[in-house]
């Protein structure tokens, strides 16, 4: 990063030949360079004059740093065309399996999860049993039980991964342009927070981010609509897809524009002190590189990236480079083409200024060697992806493991201890933020269960009074919320990548659903399974977010229907770690079935259940 200089005045000699007032201050040092000075302030007033005079006169969104007064946050509806509405309510009839009646369309927006995993093991199942918790919608394994022979999947890992999630948001009757997808590493990642907290900050993001896109890089004319003659302005560059942010750079080469010209993060330049972004082991350095194992956008968006990801992996002969080495490609591909095509547009001589002064924020401006990246004619670099730099959607542990700590926020002698050992976080105290305030208690979302045995409620596990009655239900102030103590943010999910595999075990214990798992799932999956339910499913509630339905479960990206019993059976005791034995048998051999009448637990596989719907 540029570094800053003071400025020091030496006076010369007093000349003894009388001068004009004028000449003779004009003569001294000082005087010129304040008159320097001078002259640079106005240009700098006149550039920012000239970029603000672009920026929409609303005010920019507040970050989701914790605070005392944290401000409300930005609504999940979005107003403009970087963001979509997400599920308004509507009112038609449902069907009591839990889906939608024949020749019902859905016509609101949907959010998806996506979590490509071609097996099962306890690490998946703790990311199953997480999202399941906190009523995310019915995630979707990519490439599960799928055997790679074909040299279009290439090693049949990194590669897979970015064909199999292409061509599920390639089928229309699957997925509709305007939906939002999530899509997450299956076996490190946890979810921590809330769907409707992580869609409004992902809102929130794109809308700060856009502000800044527009401060910098401007607006130009754009055709309103296609075959209209018609232009307005237009933003250069939006956000709309949201990576995590990462510490380290890798696989990418330390000169490659992935690493070198990707912008600097947005939290405060000595957030870790004065060692900030200069420690050689980077775990005092603030996250700004792409990390691939956790991303969200819209569909159309998020299709059009994994097409050009796998091109660019066909370019390159096969799947040796893997997921996170091309999307971390594209993204400084993206930045590069931007700050190349901003330098170029103002006067070389503001852009010397600006880089001798140490005032420029371009990362073309450091002082580092940067592989020139050879732009094809005609391809369009512009992918509209931007980074969580914040953590307040995803929080990458790879150097990070020290920036997090697990802290109950109606425990006030914790948070002081905390604070006495990290005396500069006394300038931003740590508080549960609002969004967490106005949400629904933790164990609200596994929903408070139905304990009828009415089979139209198409109950799925009998009730019991052992296994599903909790000891209490407490408010968000009441958990451990793994935060991030530099950035002052709860994510909304955590993401154990690199070397940091052996938290898997450790901290699991500490997140705040560990100890009551097994019976907030038994909550979830006895959650109406009936008329209520589709009604639910087509209304695009919280509970329920796209036509297909499903509680407790997995949809492979086959259209395949898989119960926790299938999925995630043999893992209770790394799961639970409650001692209560295989689920489903807790109270001895009982026979589960699935909501279209499928034995999945407790008896014979070919003897199903006729479903009443």
Not at 372 to 386: C, H, I, K, L, Q
Not at 399 to 407: E, P
Request: charge should be negative; include cysteine; proline fraction near 7%.
């Amino acid at each position: 990063m540029a570094n800053y200089d003071a400025f020091d005045g030496i006076t010369e000699p007093w000349k003894s030949q009388p001068k004009p007032t004028f000449m003779r201050l004009a003569r001294t040092r000082r005087s010129r360079t304040a008159f320097l000075l001078a002259v640079v302030i106005v240009l700098l007033v006149l550039v920012g004059w000239r970029g603000s005079e672009k920026i929409s006169p609303k005010p920019v969104y507040p970050s989701y740093r914790a605070s005392a007064n944290p401000p409300v946050p930005y609504t999940a509806r979005l107003g403009d065309g970087t963001e979509a509405p997400l599920l308004p309510p509507l009112d038609p009839n449902g069907s009591p399996n839990g889906t939608l009646r024949g020749g019902l369309r859905k016509t609101t927006p949907s959010f998806h999860l996506l979590i490509p995993a071609s097996q099962s093991t306890p690490d998946l199942c703790k990311t199953l049993l997480s999202s399941f918790v906190l009523s995310y919608p019915s995630p979707t394994l990519i490439n599960f039980g799928k055997v790679y022979n074909d040299d279009l999947w290439g090693d049949g890992s990194h590669v897979a991964k970015i064909r199999g999630v292409f061509e599920f948001l390639s089928d229309e009757k699957k997925v509709k342009d305007d939906d939002l997808v999530m899509i997450t590493d299956g076996y490190d990642v946890w979810f921590q927070l809330p769907p409707e907290v992580l869609i409004e900050r992902y809102h929130a993001i794109n809308k700060e981010a856009n502000q800044r896109l527009r401060g910098r890089y401007g607006t130009i004319l754009r055709e309103s609509e296609e075959g209209s003659d018609e232009t307005k302005m237009a933003q250069r560059y939006t956000q709309k897809i949201v990576f995590a942010a990462d510490k380290i750079c890798w696989p990418n080469r330390a000169e490659d524009p992935a690493c070198a010209a990707v912008p600097y993060s947005t939290l405060p330049k000595n957030v870790y002190g004065p060692q900030t972004d200069k420690d050689p082991e980077a775990f005092l350095v603030r996250p700004r590189y792409l990390n691939s194992g956790t991303v969200i956008g819209p569909v159309a968006e998020i299709r059009r990236l994994y097409e050009y990801a796998l091109k660019k992996l066909e370019e390159r002969g096969g799947g040796v480079i893997g997921d996170q080495f091309v999307f971390a490609e594209i993204f400084g591909e993206q930045e590069y083409q931007r700050e190349t095509q901003r330098k170029s547009s103002r006067s070389w001589w503001l852009e010397y200024l600006s880089d001798a002064l140490g005032t420029s924020e371009s990362p073309l401006s450091a002082n580092i060697t940067i592989n020139n990246m050879t732009a094809v004619p005609g391809r369009d670099y512009e992918f509209s992806v931007g980074l969580d730099y914040e953590s307040n959607l995803f929080q990458t542990m790879t150097h990070s493991a020290g920036d997090v700590a697990f802290i109950t926020y109606n425990d006030s002698a914790l948070l002081s201890h905390i604070q006495d050992d990290h005396p500069s976080l006394w300038s931003h105290p740590l508080s549960l933020p609002v969004d967490l305030l106005r949400a629904k208690p933790p164990f609200s979302y596994a929903s408070p269960g139905n304990h009828s045995d009415d089979s139209e409620d198409g109950i799925l596990l009998p009730f019991s009074p052992n296994l599903d009655v909790l000891d209490q239900e407490p408010t968000w102030r009441e958990v451990s919320l793994a935060t991030n103590l530099f950035a002052s943010s709860i994510p909304s999910l955590l993401h154990f990548n690199g070397d940091t595999k052996p938290f898997l075990n450790d901290w699991w214990s500490s997140m705040w659903y560990s100890s009551s798992s097994r019976a907030l799932l038994r909550r979830y999956i006895r959650s109406t399974q009936g008329k209520a339910a589709a009604q639910a499913a087509a209304e695009g509630g919280l509970n329920w977010w796209d036509t297909r339905g499903g509680r407790g479960g997995v949809w492979t990206d086959r259209g395949t229907w898989m119960g926790w019993g299938e999925v995630c059976a043999k893992t209770e005791d790394e799961v639970f770690a409650d001692g209560k034995g295989a689920w489903s048998k807790e109270n001895g051999e009982s026979k589960v079935v699935n909501m279209w009448g499928k034995v999945v637990s407790g008896g014979d596989d070919d003897d199903d259940v006729q479903n009443d719907a």
